[in-house]
């Protein structure tokens, strides 16, 4: 367990190093005093989460947080046996918020089961968006922790899911040919 611990570490202290550029991207812009002190949200944790969207965003137009999204999807499909479109939203929310990963399968919502809106409800809920996450962070919590609860939540909110609410009816969105919309 020890390897698992250190890669989640050594990742954990990526996301605080990389989201630390924004303080100093908010002491340009504010000044140095404003960002420093103490209790000031809207300097130092609104400039956090700015930061990460804007990070998101730009990923997302280059179309690598697409890759990402669609790999980690698989690898859940694979493993949990869930449809394509209930693993493409639990792998997007761990970056991406509950209102912004449903997005990425507009076209298939109106397709879906019963069950499956539940998963991707229950799938939203149960994680945190990486903007929040990143507010987080900057409030001090550690982010290994988060990081590390963040990707077990994907596959515990499916199992959870199909659990509650198992599927009845037949499924129009189990086929491999989802594509995600380019930017």
């Not at 000044?31 to 809207?42: K, L, N, P, S």
């Not at 998101?56 to 499909?77: E, F, N, P, R, T």
């Not at 493409?88 to 076209?107: C, D, H, K, Q, Y």
Request: glycine letters at 6%; hydrophobic letters at 50%; one cysteine or more.
């Amino acid at each position: 367990w020890e390897v698992g611990r250190s890669i989640f570490e050594c990742i954990g202290d990526k996301v605080a190093t990389f989201l630390n550029y924004s303080a100093d991207g908010a002491s340009f812009v504010y000044g140095d005093f404003i960002v420093r002190q103490e209790g000031v949200f809207a300097f130092a944790v609104l400039s956090v989460i700015y930061f990460f969207s804007f990070f998101i965003s730009i990923l997302y137009y280059l179309g690598a947080m697409q890759w990402v999204v669609l790999k980690l999807g698989w690898i859940l499909q694979a493993l949990l046996g869930t449809t394509v479109c209930e693993s493409v939203i639990a792998a997007a929310n761990i970056f991406l918020g509950m209102s912004e990963s449903p997005l990425l399968i507009r076209p298939y919502i109106k397709d879906l089961t019963h069950s499956e809106v539940h998963s991707i409800m229950t799938s939203g809920f149960a994680t945190v968006s990486g903007t929040v996450l990143a507010a987080y962070i900057s409030f001090g919590a550690e982010p290994a922790h988060l990081i590390t609860a963040s990707v077990m939540a994907a596959p515990a909110a499916l199992c959870f899911a199909k659990l509650i609410y198992p599927e009845t009816e037949q499924s129009k969105t189990r086929s491999d040919n989802i594509q995600m919309e380019e930017s």
